[in-house]
C-alpha cells in the first residue's frame, strides 16, 4: 500500500491498512464500511451508535485518527 499523503489513508481499503486491529477490520466490513472515509462521514454519532462496533471499535478509531492528525476527517 502506498501513501504518500496523511489523508491518502482515507480511501485505502480498511483490510489494509496497517495499525488497525483485525476485530476493527472485521466489524467495519460486517457493517458494510470499506474505507475509512465512509466510516467517517457517518460522523461520531451514527458510528458511536452502530451495534457491531461498539464503544472499544469507536475508541480505537479515535486513536488511529488522532494519532495521524486526522481527527478533523470524523465529521460531528
Known sequence: MRI???TDILKHPIEE???LSRK???RCS???Y?????LCREGAL???KTENLGPDRFSEL???LRERKLLHALDD
Open 4 to 6: 504518500t499523503l496523511p
Open 17 to 19: 491498512i496497517p495499525g
Open 24 to 26: 476493527f477490520k472485521k
Open 30 to 32: 460486517s457493517c458494510g
Open 34 to 38: 470499506a474505507t475509512l472515509r465512509q
Open 46 to 48: 451514527e458510528i458511536s
Open 62 to 64: 479515535i486513536d488511529f
